[in-house]
Every structure is written in C-alpha cells, then in structure tokens.
C-alpha cells in the first residue's frame, strides 16, 4: 500500500457527461501529480500541484481542471467527456516540490470508461 | 527534447530464468534522475528504484539489480532466477532537474513480462 488514496476506483459514465477523481496524498507530502494512462498514449503528465499551488502542466486538455485543496487532496475534473478520455487516471504524491527531489508514490488509479 | 525508450515490448520467460529489461533515455540535462516502475495485473505503479544521474554505481537489491551507464545512456533492469509473481508492465522513466520534465515523469511505453511456470 502506497498510502495515496484514490477514489472512486472505477467510474463508467456517458458522453458529454463530467467528472469528479479524487486523491488524498501520503501523510506529509505537499505535491500531487496527476497522470493519464491510455493503450495508445502510455503515461502522460496531466499536472502537478505543491502545496495548493499549480507547479507544472503536461498534455492536460482544456476540459480537464484540477484543484489541490488546503488539507492537501486533490481532485482532477474532466468535463464534456469524450470516448477517447477512457483511461486509467493516477494520482502520485510526494513529500518535496519536484519529484526529483524524492520518489513519487502512486495511488491505485481510476479506471474511468465513457461509453 | 527529452526521450525514454523501452524497445522490447513484451518479454516472456521461464521461472528461474534471468531477464533484462532495456531503457535508453535522451535528455540535455546534466543532472537528471532515473526510475523504474512495476505496473502488476492489479493495476497500480509501484515504484522499484530512483538513481540520480551522478551516481553510477549499479545497484543489487535482492533478486533486482540495475545497471546504468551513462556512456550509452542506458539504465537496464536485471531480475534474477525470475518467479511467476514478477509478470507485470515495467516502466523506466526519467525527470529532470532543469529540464522541460521537472517536477514529472517521463515514462517509456514500458516492456511487459510474463514468466511461465
């Protein structure tokens, strides 16, 4: 057990529809990073946030938003959902700003299916 | 720009047999780290090992050993006498420390290991 938890573990919903992933990080770390796993882009960066604050984007649409929130979870909004955005969604966190700074430990993921 | 290439996609063994898996990165960055990653059946990343670009030393943990090589850009997983329980994706990824992937990682396609009983 990684000890970042992910909710909820799979979610199946429609086209057009949004969504809400949540994920509270390791006791004591400060940086939540959220990434996509799908079978023809592997594992994509979405986004990184440090202590409440937006650190880095990757390859995040305009329909997906994420927050962290004061008590350090975070949640990962996908909105006007497409076929396409069906993926595997992790969540990592660790205890400094950069995760060169320290390895990164992963949540169990949601498996979100749009149909 | 920076890379991580894991070139063998699927590998299959028998139990007991040694296997290599390959990772080749490219990045500009003088200081950089280095991960492996196991992806199990049962979905979740569990993290392996972090090696920082200055240190070459291999590493031997129990049945795991790495090797890396900076003259080939290379980071090579080695799993010894390979069991059953170690069928799953292995991603290699990279991040670094002034580059256009700080604070994230970069991951290879991954290479997925079955070993047969």
């Known amino acids: 057990d990684s000890g970042v938890t992910q909710t909820p573990k799979h979610l199946i919903t429609a086209t057009g529809q949004r969504v809400t992933l949540r994920c509270s990080p390791r006791s004591g770390d400060l940086s939540v990073y959220w990434y996509q796993q799908s079978l023809d882009q592997g594992l994509q960066f979405l986004i990184h946030?440090?202590?409440?604050?937006?650190?880095a984007k990757g390859n995040i649409l305009e329909r997906f938003s994420a927050q962290q929130f004061p008590d350090l979870h975070s949640e990962l909004n996908l909105s006007s959902l497409e076929l396409g955005d069906s993926a595997l969604y992790f969540c990592?966190?660790?205890?400094?700003?950069?995760?060169?700074?320290?390895?990164?430990?992963f949540g169990q993921g949601t498996r979100l299916t749009v149909v | 720009a920076q890379k991580v290439t894991q070139a063998q996609t699927e590998i299959s063994v028998v139990e007991k047999e040694d296997v290599t898996l390959d990772c080749v990165y490219e990045?500009?960055?003088?200081?950089?780290?280095l991960f492996w990653y196991k992806q199990p059946p049962s979905g979740e990343l569990v993290f392996l090992i972090r090696?920082?670009?200055?240190?070459?030393q291999n590493e031997i943990s129990g049945r795991y050993s790495w090797n890396f090589q900076k003259s080939t850009s290379s980071f090579n997983f080695t799993i010894t006498a390979s069991q059953v329980v170690d069928s799953a994706v292995y991603f290699c990824a990279l991040s670094e420390e002034y580059g256009g992937s700080q604070g994230n990682l970069i991951f290879g396609k991954g290479t997925k290991l079955s070993v047969k009983p």
């Open positions: 990045t500009r960055d003088t200081t950089y780290y």
């Open positions: 946030y440090y202590n409440g604050e937006e650190r």
């Open positions: 990592a966190s660790s205890v400094a700003g950069a995760v060169v700074n320290t390895e990164a430990f």
């Open positions: 090696r920082n670009s200055f240190d070459e």
